[in-house]
């Protein structure tokens, strides 16, 4: 079974972290809520209150994919994680999925991961770091990155990395499920 951590802070967009875990748990994928806040219980942008899964000190094994949701400041914490920037790094390094949505893909500029690939965000939230190709795309796949724009895109998202992890068909299959036009 693929496994996934869905990283989590304060401030996150509920949105998009939470429609990453819906359809892929739908998809049948491992899917562990990881806080980074030193609890488990946390507040997202929309004051919704969310109970992870475990703490990122916490975590034992490696995961097929890391996903970093945005919102703010959940994406300023997601930044300033040291932990998460060394997970993050070794997943990439090992040529495995990293993917991040909204403002969250500046934590994957400043870690270096997009100065040569196609990468989309939020508007504005890569201006100034190093991208190869900024996209406007509802989703961006480059490599072992996947990007994409915000709240609007989360299920275009979600069902991306549901094509990646396992395949087409079963990302086709969820958007069925959930009546979402292909």
């Given at each position: 079974?693929?496994?996934?951590?869905?990283?989590?802070?304060?401030?996150?967009?509920?949105?998009?972290?939470?429609?990453?875990?819906?359809?892929?748990?739908?998809?049948?994928?491992?899917?562990?809520?990881?806080?980074?806040?030193?609890?488990?219980?946390?507040?997202?942008?929309?004051?919704?209150?969310?109970?992870?899964?475990?703490?990122?000190?916490?975590?034992?094994?490696?995961?097929?994919?890391?996903?970093?949701?945005?919102?703010?400041?959940?994406?300023?914490?997601?930044?300033?994680?040291e932990g998460l920037a060394e997970l993050l790094k070794k997943q990439y390094e090992?040529?495995?999925?990293?993917?991040?949505?909204?403002?969250?893909?500046?934590?994957?500029?400043?870690?270096?991961?997009?100065?040569?690939?196609?990468?989309?965000?939020?508007?504005?939230?890569?201006?100034?770091?190093?991208?190869?190709?900024?996209?406007?795309?509802?989703?961006?796949?480059?490599?072992?990155?996947?990007?994409?724009?915000?709240?609007?895109?989360?299920?275009?998202?979600?069902?991306?990395?549901?094509?990646?992890?396992?395949?087409?068909?079963?990302?086709?299959?969820?958007?069925?499920?959930?009546?979402?036009?292909?």
């Amino acid at each position: 079974m693929r496994s996934v951590y869905v990283f989590c802070a304060d401030g996150f967009e509920e949105v998009e972290g939470l429609t990453a875990v819906d359809l892929l748990r739908r998809a049948g994928v491992s899917v562990t809520m990881v806080s980074i806040m030193g609890r488990t219980k946390i507040t997202g942008a929309r004051n919704i209150s969310v109970n992870t899964d475990i703490l990122i000190e916490d975590i034992k094994e490696e995961a097929d994919m890391l996903v970093l949701p945005g919102g703010m400041p959940g994406t300023n914490y997601l930044r300033d994680h040291e932990g998460l920037a060394e997970l993050l790094k070794k997943q990439y390094e090992a040529g495995k999925w990293v993917a991040a949505i909204c403002a969250a893909p500046s934590v994957f500029g400043g870690l270096g991961f997009l100065k040569d690939r196609k990468a989309t965000s939020y508007p504005g939230c890569l201006d100034g770091i190093p991208v190869g190709e900024y996209i406007e795309e509802p989703v961006a796949v480059d490599g072992n990155v996947v990007t994409s724009r915000g709240v609007g895109t989360a299920i275009a998202f979600a069902l991306k990395l549901i094509e990646v992890l396992i395949s087409k068909e079963k990302a086709d299959e969820i958007a069925a499920s959930i009546v979402y036009p292909v």
